[in-house]
């Protein structure tokens, strides 16, 4: 498709692909249906998951952070966490699974879903890993079963590993471990690994690659029956040196959605200031109002497509962000860029459901909404309100019949 056909479709695909039927029945202490009964319906998550890193956060109350983690939860409903090894363990056999709790507890209360990253990655090696190879991979292996066990229920979405499209481009211990067991052999074993740890878990492969380099790495990534390891393929989408053009968003999905899993953007990168000789300038409005409108059209390019179920951004803030890059949401001082409330009128508004109405002759209210978490509220004129959460599903019937009034 060309740039004008895929952003002129974006308004029929949206609602055709993120949106679904439902009906509320309301009846009385007989199952007779009750007619005029005011109903509302508050959409209070996106099912769709709308996420960011969550490097930054701690439980202090500095207002800063009090202020990073108020706005996390008003725009998100999905966390990245770091199990970056060398940061995680940074001596043998002490992980820091306080902090990591902490968090993912955090992120549990504000219903927050939770995905660790990266479980293999050759980026850097802990200091302390001993000179002997075969040790090295038995430790990686143990640290994959370990966490993934660890944190059933808490975190069940994991980028397994990462980047294993070039493994040979870092110089560490890690490396000589792919290199010697090999590139797919490394790559699938991780996977067998968390799966039996987690039978239940989200399992991705993540690359910064969107080329056939990678395909060739899905191709492989298969157990003995010929059926994947993986559940879902990650695609980073760092655009540091510039933004991607709408053709090539689309494609990128489609090159993917062959495969018949879901795709989600694991980092995704846009900035608002310009390089310098040194690194990067601070964040200017220019640079703001044009990161604004590329969020706006990256964003709704990918929530047009049906084969992708996650967007998660690089970084919250600009505060100690990935290069020293202008690339967050939020400015250093945790005030909101445009990008940050031209999403939220995307996720919180244009793409929200509040409907308001009443229950008809057969007591029912009929409505259509995007998918997700919904509140319920029946006002009954002899009664108390009555309210119910519920959850319109893709491909579900979605009848909500209310408790008998």
């Not at 590993?161 to 067991?181: C, G, H, M, S």
Request: proline share 5%; hydrophobic share 35%; with cysteine.
């Amino acid at each position: 498709m060309t740039e004008k056909e895929i952003l002129e479709g974006r308004e029929e695909r949206i609602p055709q692909y993120r949106m679904g039927e439902a009906k509320v029945r309301v009846v009385d202490e007989d199952g007779n249906p009750l007619a005029g009964i005011p109903v509302t319906v508050s959409q209070i998550k996106h099912d769709f998951k709308f996420g960011c890193n969550i490097f930054l956060w701690s439980d202090d109350e500095t207002d800063w952070q009090m202020e990073y983690r108020r706005k996390f939860t008003e725009l998100l409903n999905y966390a990245t966490l770091p199990f970056y090894w060398p940061s995680f363990e940074p001596e043998r056999e002490k992980p820091i699974y306080e902090y990591m709790d902490k968090v993912s507890d955090w992120c549990n209360k504000n219903d927050i879903d939770c995905k660790g990253h990266p479980l293999v990655w050759n980026y850097s090696a802990p200091q302390w890993l001993p000179n002997n190879l075969d040790e090295i991979k038995r430790l990686s292996d143990e640290r994959v079963s370990e966490i993934v066990y660890r944190y059933q229920g808490k975190i069940d979405i994991w980028d397994v590993v990462n980047e294993a499209t070039d493994p040979w481009r870092f110089d560490n211990l890690i490396t000589e471990v792919w290199q010697k067991y090999g590139q797919m052999p490394f790559t699938v074993e991780p996977f067998k690994i968390a799966r039996q740890a987690n039978p239940k878990a989200t399992l991705l492969i993540n690359d910064y690659r969107t080329d056939s380099e990678y395909e060739k790495v899905i191709e492989q990534l298969l157990d003995e029956d010929g059926k994947p390891l993986y559940d879902v393929i990650g695609i980073q989408s760092h655009m540091h040196g510039g933004v991607w053009k709408t053709e090539k968003i689309w494609e990128v999905c489609e090159r993917f959605s062959r495969f018949d899993v879901p795709l989600h953007f694991t980092e995704t990168t846009i900035v608002s200031g310009t390089r310098t000789v040194t690194g990067w300038g601070e964040t200017n409005d220019a640079g703001e109002a044009d990161q604004a409108a590329e969020v706006e059209r990256f964003y709704s390019v990918l929530f047009s497509h049906p084969a992708v179920e996650a967007i998660t951004w690089w970084d919250f803030s600009d505060r100690n962000a990935w290069q020293g890059a202008p690339a967050g949401f939020l400015r250093k001082d945790m005030s909101p860029k445009p990008a940050y409330e031209r999403l939220m009128d995307l996720i919180k508004g244009e793409w929200w459901t509040e409907v308001e109405g009443e229950s008809d002759g057969n007591g029912e209210l009929c409505l259509r909404g995007f998918y997700g978490k919904y509140e319920l509220e029946v006002k009954h004129p002899q009664k108390e309100v009555v309210s119910l959460e519920v959850h319109l599903k893709r491909g579900e019937e979605n009848l909500w019949e209310l408790p008998r009034i």
